[in-house]
């Protein structure tokens, strides 16, 4: 199939996200200058961080990935059998790598199927949609670029049943209020014949849930300070991010971990766009 073709079956609808200027520096504000201070996780998925990530699931300690791939592996074909979807949607698709392994089986037979990535980077979307359609002939992508709950809100559901993806244990970035209510927007748009995939780790040693998010080879590290440098550019703040470290910290009580940047000082952080300062 020619390159022409191939463009002609992905499109990207774009909703309100974490790009919009407005949004980020509200966030700031309600999560920087409070106590305790807290950022959303979407901000970690720049082109950047999304590519961290992508490192993080290669490496030993990070397990969940390597266990969520051999479960698809395994079960893939009686997922679909079961499901039979002509559309599949996928919240927080990042790269599609896992995935692949439904969408191999969801595309194997010679109707044409639609695959509806949701993610909040425009670049992998659109980088994974140009590995997929060359891959698969008769798959269409229908790609939203957005948060969750906007990109449900847009999402206009094709004809026939549909199987909603939440994998790679991404849930557990929400709090549980968060988390009902995400479920409940995801509920809002299933119809009866819809299914709902959800991939999710299970509690166990302390010591592997740390390790696994914060990996020996200090990827992790990497991928979460790089929102202080997000800060830098979209905000105008002056992080220093030599200065700061990461930890993570499993919360027994909550079964989640945390994830903490620390500085190795007092200082001020001056935040341009905001006209304000921060004081650590």
Known sequence: MDASSNVDRFSLQETICQNDSNTIEQDVLEGLFSQPRSLPPKYFYDEVGSQLFDEICKTTDYYPTRTEYALLQKHAKEIIEITKPTTCVELGAGTSKKTEVLLSIFSASSNTKIYMPIDVCKEVLEQSAERLV????????????????????????????????????????FSLRESVGLLQNIAGKMDLDDCFLLGLDRVKDKKVLEQAYDDSEGITAKFILNILKVLNQRLGADFNVDQFSHKAIYI????????YLISSKDEKIQFASLNTTLGL
Do not use: C, W
């Not at 027994?252 to 945390?258: F, G, L, P, T």
């Open 252 to 259: 027994e009580k909550d079964e989640q971990i945390e994830m």
């Open 134 to 173: 060359a891959r698969y002939s008769n798959l269409n992508i229908e790609a939203i670029l957005g948060e969750y709950v906007p990109a449900l809100h847009a999402l206009k559901i094709n004809e026939g049943p549909t199987l909603f993806i939440f994998i790679g244990s991404s849930i557990g970035n």
